[in-house]
């Protein structure tokens, strides 16, 4: 069962807490969009083996929506960041960086 | 035969005596005896029969790992079957009996799959019963569902309690052995937070038993002496009797109390989450594979060793020791030194031991150096061992009589724990086991090691290395310093011999007899079978033969079966593998599972501020949620129909009054909030006017129908949305992803006031004059219109008053404060009495919509339903350039004109149309099926037309109007249904809006 921190309100929150929202920095297709990119916002997904780029809500804490950068193979957390950018910040990328070389 | 001994035992208490029954009969022990060793002491040694041949069953072990000793423990509802024996403590008054026989244990039917066993092979199952097809149900099944299964279920509801207890640590030892005792006490010694756990209700482990020698001193001294300075340590919790099941991310234990004192929870769930773990385990010792093994009496060396020592019972009066390791020659020096016979040590090894070999011979014990068991022969009971040579091919070269057979094949470390979540194995092929791989480990949240292995569970077999080993993993485990780790004298040891079956070159005859699965009947000849037949992964061999998938989870099993699978593929045993170690590591009860949620406590229960009330008249309550709904009211000898066409005639010609306190209610507010009603709705939000009510559809982003509801605009930044029931959390949640991930720079804020307001409805033609007599407010159709609202006073209460409608009728939804519900509630009954107000249900409510044609969410919606086919196509905005849900609506499949549309459905008979019948169509599908064109999603007798109506999805349906369609009935048969407009009451609107 996983522990991430709610970069929001500080808590290590136990998986229990929380409501997975799948990967993160996605970025939606409105009216006129084409029909692939369309499919590919609604239904097409990384699924790396290594570092995933994940949204999760604190849904049982303070409600708040974040995002994490986990290795789906080794469960390792390597940072949870705001949700509200569009790309994992410079200090998730030199910690990925810094542990994965 | 197998006895108490008059002296020994050191964890009974000879003063205590306590009797049960096994099978009817009662039987004395000891307290401080397991079932087990009160069984033995008793000389029961048959206790069960296995499961496929129904061969007579004795212990093998003195642990966990036993797989034979299961019995049905209690009576009644409380009784519990498959328990082991070994693991469970004698408690006066304990009745146990055996399993899977019949008609008793000395004399079982079964037994004749055990004559015919060459019939039933590896595989026997997936080769028989495959033709023909249709005995598998008829025949095959419930012949094999009768004879299969080992104990027997209570069928009473358990009158126990359960529950769970949350733990945190910095380190988790688990293990109670010299190990994780030494461990606790080193990492205790740093400050950290430590909790210690053992399974069994002593400390110490094997040590004591062993007679090793710690620091100069017995290890029972040593082990007291650890045990009272952590129980001094501030930091150090210890707790026996407490199993860990299993490891999960990032430090999270799963473990089971079982032995709790009466009066409290019968068994305790621990969910510990744990900085680091360390695991000292500890080894479990293999049986050898030769002919007989499995006949009772033949078991463990080290269980032999553990009931002399703990319990002081002799497994038997002439035991003969067999053995590929000098770790046994400990049970044959113990044996001796009780006064018990041991008739020769029976080593497979050319060389023999090293130091305790020595001890042996001069204890004047006989030594078979390079021999091997042909077979060992006896009726439900050891009678003889016959010996041959280990490297030839089973020529009988000596017999001696004995009564019992300790064997030992070595030791296997318990790696469960370290493997549960991803730690890696090794081969070690000097000990001749598979250990943990330390540059392998399961990681934590900060990907570094989150297990460590300490003492024999890391495969370090002699005390002098536990220690050292178990010093260095408490200190890593709590970051200090290890100090110096206590000293001990191990006698030097030969080494182990990879034997895997005795002798070695044995015939079929003497394999095909040679148990490696005693629980589930697997021999040596079905895994050679598995191979030959082409099931070369580890894996595929465990299921196809089921070794290893017994109650014991192949504790004793898997090593000597991958070893028997390595020799038939010619192929080393690190290449061959392992089977995937899951949890729990022993079965732990449903009962802790559940814990405290079952009953009441199964689930938080929500109540309206009117609950009180709805209980005292008699509701017949609905689930809906975690809310309890009434259904309807009805009177002393009144039928649940009949009380639903009551409550609906009474509000259509008089005044009804609806608990809708359960609808959500959202408030979003911000001066973005337009914007984002725009987003949120199918419809234009933005453009109502404060004091405005609007009925609104909401979609997912895949363009499916979510929600609907009426909003309300208080003001020009504040909107209040009210939702379906079920939806209020779901549709918060739905609006904070939005605002949170997606248009976070949107100034709005949403807030979930479901619980702040009662809300009550006031139904009916009469409606208004019930208002009119609470009094405070103008509530005239001039002030008050239809799809408004207003905020007053009604009899004193302040109140917001709504003119909507989900009846058809003048309908006015008054919201008030929470805590003036039930005034509120009280004052309208009162008020409307001279007019017959009459409270009603949920399925009142679900008929009056379904007369007047609106859809409900969940009967019309099923996550695939767009509003356009519901004819909802006038609340869809043409203005707005997007709202979540647009782009997905005009994708090819959602507007093809072949998606089943809403419709009214009619039967020709005035009959009721079954939920979810289906509208037949010609033809056959490829599936052989018939072809459908529709279903129904909502059907209800309406009291008001007295007829059957439903609502349904059908093929063009809007185009068809008139036309008959037959529908399907559970019976088989069909019924005939006209296609006719949803709108069944007043299609005007007239009574609404007056």
Same mark, same amino acid.
């Given at each position: ?25 996605? $970025? ?35 409600? $708040?929506?974040?995002? &994490? ?20 910040? &410079? ?11 | ?78 009784? /519990? ?26 004399? %079982? ?15 026997? =199952? ?14 095959? /099944? ?167 020592? %703990? ?114 194995? +090794? ?18 949240? %900060?990907?570094? !090691? ?34 110096? !780790? ?21 015939? =079929?005859?003497?394999?095909?007899? !040679? ?29 196809? +033969? ?17 070893? +028997? ?34 009953? /009441? ?164 033609? @009469? ?23 207003? %905020? ?45 107000? +009459?409270? =009603? ?121 008139? /036309? ?11 019924? @005939? ?18």
């Amino acid at each position: 069962m996983l522990l991430l921190r709610c970069p929001n309100c500080g808590i290590e929150a136990e998986e229990t807490e929380l409501t997975p929202g799948g990967e993160a920095h996605l $970025k939606r297709e409105g009216p006129g969009s084409d029909e692939v990119s369309f499919e590919s916002y609604l239904f097409t997904r990384q699924n790396p083996r290594g570092v995933h780029f994940e949204r999760w809500r604190h849904a049982q804490g303070c409600g $708040k929506w974040f995002h &994490a950068a986990r290795d789906t193979v080794t469960m390792e957390v390597l940072g949870t960041y705001s949700a509200q950018v569009t790309e994992p910040p &410079a200090e998730i990328r030199a910690e990925i960086e810094r542990r994965r070389g | 035969m197998s006895r108490r001994l008059p002296r020994g035992g050191r964890l009974i208490d000879r003063d205590t005596p306590v009797t049960f029954t096994f099978n009817g009969r009662e039987l004395g022990g000891h307290a401080g005896d397991t079932l087990a060793s009160a069984l033995l002491a008793a000389d029961q040694v048959l206790l069960g029969r296995s499961f496929k041949y129904h061969r007579p069953r004795g212990l093998v072990a003195s642990g966990s790992e036993e797989p034979n000793a299961l019995l049905g423990i209690g009576q009644g509802a409380a009784s /519990e079957p498959n328990q082991r024996a070994t693991t469970t403590p004698l408690q006066p008054g304990m009745t146990a009996v055996s399993q899977n026989h019949w008609p008793s244990l000395e004399w %079982d039917v079964g037994r004749v799959n055990d004559a015919a066993r060459h019939f039933f092979p590896a595989g026997f =199952y997936y080769k028989t019963f495959i033709h023909p097809r249709p005995f598998w149900k008829h025949v095959f /099944e419930p012949v094999i569902r009768r004879a299969a299964g080992l104990g027997t279920a209570p069928t009473g509801p358990d009158p126990d309690s359960y529950e769970h207890f949350h733990a945190f640590c910095d380190v988790l030892v688990v293990g109670g052995g010299v190990a994780g005792l030494q461990a606790a006490l080193t990492a205790g010694r740093t400050g950290s937070r430590v909790l210690l756990i053992e399974q069994r209700g002593h400390w110490g482990g094997r040590a004591p038993v062993d007679g090793v020698n710690i620091d100069g001193a017995d290890a029972a001294d040593w082990v007291n002496a650890t045990v009272q300075a952590l129980e001094g340590m501030e930091n150090v919790t210890i707790r026996t009797g407490v199993m860990a099941a299993g490891v999960y991310d990032h430090g999270y234990v799963i473990a089971s109390e079982e032995s709790l004192p009466e009066g409290g929870p019968r068994h305790r769930l621990w969910k510990i989450r744990a900085g680091h773990i360390v695991t000292a385990t500890g080894a479990i010792e293999r049986p050898l594979a030769f002919a007989g093994n499995d006949i009772p009496g033949v078991m463990l060396a080290s269980a032999a060793r553990d009931y002399l020592a %703990d319990y002081g019972v002799a497994v038997g009066d002439r035991v003969v020791v067999v053995t590929n390791n000098d770790d046994a020659y400990r049970t044959a020096l113990a044996l001796t030194e009780a006064g018990i016979e041991v008739p020769a040590i029976v080593d497979l090894r050319e060389s023999g031991a090293g130091a305790l070999g020595e001890a042996a011979r001069a204890a004047g014990l006989t030594i078979f150096q390079g021999t091997g068991v042909h077979a060992v022969k006896g009726n439900a009971r050891v009678a003889k061992i016959q010996l041959c040579r280990q490297d030839g091919d089973g020529a009988v070269t000596a017999e001696l009589p004995c009564d019992a057979v300790a064997m030992s094949g070595g030791w296997s470390p318990v790696v469960h724990l370290w493997s549960h979540c991803g730690g890696k194995l +090794t081969w070690d092929d000097a000990q001749a086991m598979f250990r943990p791989d330390a540059g392998r480990p399961p990681l934590g949240a %900060d990907g570094r !090691a989150m297990v460590t292995v300490a003492g024999a569970a890391n495969g370090e077999l002699s005390t002098a290395a536990v220690l050292a080993d178990a010093t260095r993993a408490g200190a890593g485990a709590a970051g200090g310093e290890p100090g110096t !780790a206590p000293g001990a004298d191990d006698p030097a040891e030969a080494p182990i011999a990879p034997v895997w079956l005795s002798p070695a070159n044995a015939p =079929y005859a003497l394999r095909s007899k !040679a148990w490696l699965d005693y629980q589930n009947d697997v021999k040596v000849t079905d895994v050679e079978l598995a191979a030959r037949e082409g099931y070369e992964s580890v894996e595929h061999t465990k299921r196809y +033969t089921t070794l290893g998938m017994a109650t014991d989870q192949g504790k004793l099993s898997n090593i000597n079966g991958l070893a +028997t699978l390595s020799r038939a593929l010619e192929k080393p045993i690190p290449e061959v593998g392992t089977t995937t170690f899951r949890p729990p590591y022993t079965p732990i009860s449903f009962g802790a599972i559940a814990g405290e949620a079952r009953g /009441e406590t199964f689930q938080p229960l929500r109540r309206t501020p009117i609950h009180g009330w709805h209980e005292a008249n008699g509701a017949d309550w609905e689930p809906v949620g975690h809310w309890r709904r009434p259904y309807c009211f009805p009177k002393a000898g009144e039928s649940k129909h009949d009380a639903v066409a009551r409550e609906i005639n009474a509000t259509r010609n008089g005044v009804g009054l609806l608990d809708a306190s359960t609808l959500g209610k959202i408030l979003v507010k911000g001066p973005d909030a337009g914007r984002f009603m725009d987003m949120l709705y199918t419809n234009l939000m933005s453009s109502l006017k404060p004091g405005k009510c609007r009925y609104g559809l909401m979609c997912s982003e895949n363009g499916f129908l979510i929600d609907d509801g009426v909003v309300a605009r208080l003001d020009d930044d504040t909107f209040l949305v009210h939702t379906t029931t079920g939806g209020a959390d779901r549709i918060h949640a739905h609006m904070e992803e939005w605002l949170q991930t997606e248009w976070w720079d949107w100034q709005v804020y949403t807030v979930n006031i479901t619980e702040a307001f009662a809300q009550v409805a006031v139904v009916g033609p @009469k409606a208004r004059a019930v208002l009119e007599t609470l009094g405070g407010m103008d509530v005239s159709a001039d002030t008050l219109p239809f799809m408004t609202f207003a %905020d007053g006073e009604l009899a004193g209460i302040p109140a917001r008053v709504f003119r909507i409608s989900f009846s058809g009728e003048l309908s006015y939804e008054v919201a008030v404060p929470a805590s003036r519900g039930r005034e509120f509630w009280d004052a309208a009954l009162a008020a409307g009495a001279a007019h017959g107000i +009459t409270p =009603y249900g949920t399925e009142a409510l679900h008929v009056m919509r379904a007369e007047k044609g609106f859809i409900m969410i969940g009967d019309e919606t099923d996550g695939t339903v767009i509003p356009q086919d519901l004819g909802l196509d006038w609340a869809i905005s043409k203005k707005k350039d997007d709202y979540i849900g647009k782009r997905a609506q005009a994708r090819s499949h959602m507007t093809d004109p072949t998606r089943w549309k809403l419709v009214g459905l009619e039967t020709l008979d005035g009959s009721v149309l079954e939920d979810g019948a289906l509208a037949v169509a010609d033809g056959r599908n490829a599936n052989g099926q018939g072809n459908t064109q529709g279903r129904v999603t909502s059907t209800y007798r309406s009291p008001t037309l007295g007829r059957g109506i439903a609502m349904g999805l059908v093929l063009n349906g809007p185009d068809r109007m008139g /036309e008959v369609l037959d529908f399907t009935t559970l019976a088989g048969g069909t019924v @005939k249904a006209k296609i006719v407009s949803p709108v069944f009451y007043d299609p005007e609107g007239e009574k609404q809006n007056v």
